[in-house]
T-cell receptor, first 115, second 114 residues
Framework: AQTVTQSQPEMSVQEAETVTLSCTYDTSESDYYLFWYKQPPSRQMILVIR??????QNATENRFSVNFQKAAKSFSLKISDSQLGDAAMYFCAYRSVNNDYKLSFGAGTTVTVRA | DAGVTQSPTHLIKTRGQHVTLRCSPISGHKSVSWYQQVLGQGPQFIFQ???????GRGNFPDRFSARQFPNYSSELNVNALLLGDSALYLC?????????????FGSGTRLTVV
């Protein structure tokens, strides 16, 4: 079974600054998908960014970018120019290509943005 | 377009009771997944249904069951509720069972068992 580890329970960032969230995962598979989801107090999980393991290029979505290190099984999220609306719980998730029916989530990182 | 809708948003049940949670996927989406999120933890996979067939089941007891209807909406049923079943139950939908683009989640049902 794949395990996803987020070692930072909480992170705080000043508005307009940059914060990086860590995620590591354990798998024996060579092809898979990785995701970052944001969960604000409204509870709805919102997809922030996705990465396909066979692509070496790191994914970017506006102010959000990832650093995907396949050999190290690391998938960090960088939030640039942080905004107050970025405050939320962030979850890293893994999905296998072979057993593609489920997401395996980490425990999450709470991001606080200071004005 | 409406997103993934779940009902009810909150409910309180007593130990030993039964509960039914409901989910309507995004129009055109044929796959529905259920996740349990205990406070302070990441979501845990319970079930996935695609075209009314169960495609996958997580490590949950038989007290948990689900089904998908011809209109692709879904119900999650939990029997003989325990205090430990208190959690946020999330529903996610995708066009097919293979959500390469990720899943779209609803806002969840907060279940409290007393």
């Amino acid at each position: 079974a794949q395990t996803v580890t987020q070692s930072q329970p909480e992170m705080s960032v000043q508005e307009a600054e940059t914060v990086t969230l860590s995620c590591t995962y354990d798998t024996s598979e060579s092809d898979y998908y990785l995701f970052w989801y944001k969960q604000p107090p409204s509870r709805q999980m919102i997809l922030v960014i996705r990465q396909e393991a066979y692509k070496q290029q790191n994914a970017t979505e506006n102010r959000f970018s990832v650093n995907f290190q396949k050999a190290a099984k690391s998938f960090s999220l960088k939030i640039s120019d942080s905004q107050l609306g970025d405050a939320a719980m962030y979850f890293c998730a893994y999905r296998s290509v072979n057993n593609d029916y489920k997401l395996s989530f980490g425990a999450g990182t709470t991001v606080t943005v200071r004005a | 377009d409406a997103g993934v809708t779940q009902s009810p948003t909150h409910l309180i049940k007593t130990r030993g009771q039964h509960v039914t949670l409901r989910c309507s996927p995004i129009s055109g989406h044929k796959s529905v997944s259920w996740y349990q999120q205990v406070l302070g933890q990441g979501p845990q996979f319970i079930f996935q249904y695609y075209e009314k067939e169960e495609r996958g089941r997580g490590n949950f007891p038989d007290r948990f069951s689900a089904r998908q209807f011809p209109n692709y909406s879904s119900e999650l049923n939990v029997n003989a509720l325990l205090l430990g079943d208190s959690a946020l139950y999330l529903c996610a939908s995708s066009p097919t069972g293979q959500a390469r683009g990720g899943y779209t989640f609803g806002s969840g049902t907060r279940l409290t068992v007393v």
